[in-house]
Structures are given as C-alpha cells and as structure tokens.
T-cell receptor, first 115, second 108 residues
Framework: KAGVTQTPRYLIKTRGQQVTLSCSPISGHRSVSWYQQTPGQGLQFLFEYFSETQRNKGNFPGRFSGRQFSNSRSEMNVSTLELGDSALYLC??????????????FGEGSWLTVV | QKEVEQNSGPLSVPEGAIASLNCTYSDRGSQSFFWYRQYSGKSPELIMF????GDKEDGRFTAQLNKASQYVSLLIRDSQPSDSATYLC????????FGAGTRLFVKA
C-alpha cells in the first residue's frame, strides 16, 4: 500500500512568488492535514481537509490556502512568498477525522527555500 | 499554557539504558495519544498509539497513559544509538495537536 506522496520534494522560490504543493494521501484516507515545520517553531498546523471541506485551520495568514479534490488529493498554495516561509511542509493523511482522533501518517515532505 | 507540552531536551542516555520521554496535555477530552519519531531531515514516523489508561508495550517501546493526570510517556528500553532522534507527542481529539518534541541522544 503506497504511503502519503508529496511533490515536489525540493524547491527554491524567490520572494514575492507563489508556490503550490501537492499531496496524495494513502488510499482510502479522506482526511488530509498540512503542517509547517521550522527548526525554531516545531510542527505548526496549517489546515485540515475532509471530504473536500476545510474542517480545521491553524493560525496562519491568508497567504496560505489549500484545497482538496474529490479523490482526496490535496494541494496547498502560498502566495507572495516571504523569507520566513522557508520550511519543511508536511502533508499527513488519516482514515477519518472523527472525535476520537485518528492515526496520522506523514509524507516525506516538501522542502521550500525562499531566497 | 501550551496544549501539548514536552521537555525540549536534549535528553542524553548511554547505550543500553532506559530513555523516558514525557508529555502533558491540557484538553481533558482528548481521546487518542501518539508518539512519533523524527530523524533529522526526515518526516515523523509513527511509533505507537495508546487510547486507554495504563501501559502498552511494543518491542522495546512502552507507552504509558494517565488521563487523570493528563500525562503520557514513552519508555525506550535498551536504548540504541539509532534511537537518537526527536520524539513528538501528539494528542488527538477534535483535531490532533503535536508537542514541540524532545531530542534524544543515545551515547555509544
């Protein structure tokens, strides 16, 4: 069974540009979450999608957005990139959200460098 | 108060010793608890999860949960240098919240 797949794995962008990251969840998983990880801030929750609907959102500016497609694949977009957006962006999927919480499985991440 | 708190470490233990990693959480309604291991430059990987009070063992790893004290821990027996990593505690309820992680160093 394939794991969570993220593309691209590495990318370099210039300040002011925008970037789109893609995530394919584990087959059958309907919940997709996105996290930003930087050395000083740890894992920061961006947002979670379930059945094409954003169910949870972290404390990030509106420059960060996402969406989920009918096949559960998800994309996140960052517009007007800033140097501080340089980070590892992790996508994670789980079977269902539910109130009991569900095991989250991570992709290998997309390393974004903004210069 | 952070929702999920971990000692950032680093925690240093000699090879063969028991490493004890601790985590506290603030939401009493939390129902599921996870431990992830993250090597430098890699993504987090699930070690184990626990839902009920008490201990859960898996090989050299034991997770302990005390909901009354809002406390969850991970014990690593016979620690190996390959266990050196950052260990993330995660607490699930309406959403999953991660702690900042504890860095573990196992000295050979």
């Amino acid at each position: 069974k394939a794991g969570v797949t993220q593309t691209p794995r590495y990318l370099i962008k210039t300040r002011g540009q925008q970037v789109t990251l893609s995530c394919s969840p584990i087959s059958g998983h309907r919940s997709v979450s996105w996290y930003q990880q930087t050395p000083g801030q740890g894992l920061q929750f961006l947002f979670e999608y379930f059945s094409e609907t954003q169910r949870n959102k972290g404390n990030f500016p509106g420059r960060f957005s996402g969406r989920q497609f009918s096949n559960s694949r998800s994309e996140m977009n960052v517009s007007t990139l800033e140097l501080g957006d340089s980070a590892l962006y992790l996508c994670a999927s789980s079977l269902d959200r539910g109130t009991g919480g569900n095991t989250i499985y991570f992709g290998e991440g997309s390393w974004l460098t903004v210069v | 108060q952070k929702e999920v708190e971990q000692n950032s470490g680093p925690l240093s233990v000699p090879e063969g010793a028991i490493a004890s990693l601790n985590c506290t959480y603030s939401d009493r309604g939390s129902q599921s608890f996870f431990w992830y291991r993250q090597y430098s430059g890699k993504s987090p990987e699930l070690i184990m999860f626990i839902y009920s009070n008490g201990d859960k063992e898996d090989g050299r790893f034991t997770a302990q949960l005390n909901k009354a004290s809002q406390y969850v821990s991970l014990l690593i027996r016979d620690s190996q240098p390959s266990d050196s990593a950052t260990y993330l505690c995660a607490v699930g309820g309406f959403k999953t919240i991660f702690g900042a992680g504890t860095r573990l160093f196992v000295k050979a």
